[in-house]
């Protein structure tokens, strides 16, 4: 059983189980496969079959996506969801739907992943429209449908459609207007807003700040926080893991990755190595990491231990206090790892800085121009 897919699972129902103000979980990256859960003492071993069956449909991704067979897929969750709606393993079936098309590699690619695409078009269109469902996997299935919409789109059209995306939103809204997927489907919207229609973004947040639902009211204050840095320095202060003292006050002339992360997260340790070389190849030149680590008190030894042996020589914020992190409630960060970069005047430049696109990003920031201001501490 693939191990990245097990990890994507469980991350995302551990997300479902969340409430706004707990400890983020990690996020699988979009081209991350997603795996079974084992079988544990107390599930049935029905649901286990049907699960594993659901499985044995996606084929074998690490050969190109052979044996892939869609009607196994599809067919196997909604038995699934037919027979066990409320067990914890819906959550990782709707999301093996929802992004089964962006696993598949090698030359086959594209081919099945425009015909799991029409297949999962249909096959949703019909079930939504023929079966009353419960309200989790109703709700779960129009957010699967939103995910493959806009995967269509941005294949064919090269950008989403917002006025289907808000229309869907308001359909699950009628019906269950507090369902987590009513948030899934609200933060891919505040996306496409954001990179195609940026003027409607801080108006749209400023009324889902207000909103009834407390999951999405932090959702809208946690994003106007975020998009207040873009114009008024981040301010941020705390004694590091090492006892240092970190105050990006003091760093301003810097540019500033900040990675919220722990050791626990999988996708969160993959990144260390892209962050560590960025470090190396452009930290003479003005840059510099500041950690903030969402790991658990009880885990403050293991946390030390390893950031000694993967020697992660920037400072690390471990709040000692217990809890969710001040600095991830500020933000609603709902999801790790998760980054800001922020240019030599403390201002957010993006979040978006995972795999190549820190290193472009730096290339932008700290070029021949921008390197000529003068660096604090130097």
Excluded at 57 to 80: C, P, T, W
Excluded at 228 to 241: G, Y
Excluded at 251 to 270: E, F
Aim: hydrophobic content about 45%; charged content about 20%.
């Amino acid at each position: 059983m693939n191990h990245a897919l097990k990890i994507a699972t469980v991350a995302l129902l551990t997300a479902l189980r969340l409430g706004a103000d707990s400890t983020p979980v990690a996020t699988p990256a979009a081209s991350a496969p997603a795996a079974a859960t084992p079988a544990v003492p107390g599930i049935d071993p029905v649901a286990t079959q049907v699960w594993q069956e659901h499985i044995q449909g996606m084929g074998d991704r690490g050969e190109g996506g052979r044996n892939v067979n869609y009607a196994q897929i599809s067919g196997k969750a909604l038995e699934f969801f037919e027979r066990f709606p409320n067990e914890r393993r819906v959550g990782g079936i709707l999301f093996n739907l929802s992004s089964f098309g962006d696993w598949v590699k090698g030359e086959q690619a594209a081919a099945i992943r425009a015909g799991w695409q029409q297949h999962l078009r249909t096959v949703l269109s019909d079930t939504l429209a023929s079966k009353s469902w419960p309200d989790n996997v109703w709700a779960g299935l129009h957010w699967v449908a939103a995910k493959n919409e806009l995967a269509i789109q941005m294949d064919t059209a090269g950008r989403p459609d917002l006025a289907v995306l808000k229309a869907r939103i308001a359909t699950v809204a009628a019906r269950t207007p507090a369902a987590p997927y009513r948030t899934f489907l609200e933060q891919e919207y505040l996306k496409g807003l954001e990179k195609y229609a940026p003027a409607e973004l801080v108006p749209y947040l400023t009324v889902l700040s207000t909103s009834e639902v407390s999951d999405l009211a932090a959702l809208g204050r946690g994003q106007l926080a975020i998009q207040a840095l873009r114009t008024t320095p981040m301010e941020l202060k705390f004694t590091a893991l090492d006892g240092r003292t970190v105050d990006l006050a003091s760093l301003r002339g810097q540019v500033v990755l900040i990675d919220c992360w722990a050791t626990w997260c999988v996708p969160c340790v993959k990144e260390l190595p892209n962050i560590k070389a960025a470090l190396a190849k452009w930290g003479s030149k003005g840059f510099t990491v500041v950690g903030i680590s969402f790991d658990r008190v009880g885990d403050k030894d293991k946390l030390v231990k390893f950031v000694a042996d993967e020697q992660l020589v920037w400072p690390h914020w471990f709040n000692e206090a217990g809890g969710s992190n001040p600095f991830g409630k500020t933000y609603n960060i709902r999801s790790i790892p998760a980054t800001f970069l922020l240019d030599r005047t403390g201002r957010l430049v993006t979040t978006e800085t995972h795999g190549e696109k820190l290193d472009v990003a730096l290339t932008r920031l700290l070029s021949t121009e921008t390197s000529q201001l003068p660096v604090a501490g130097h």
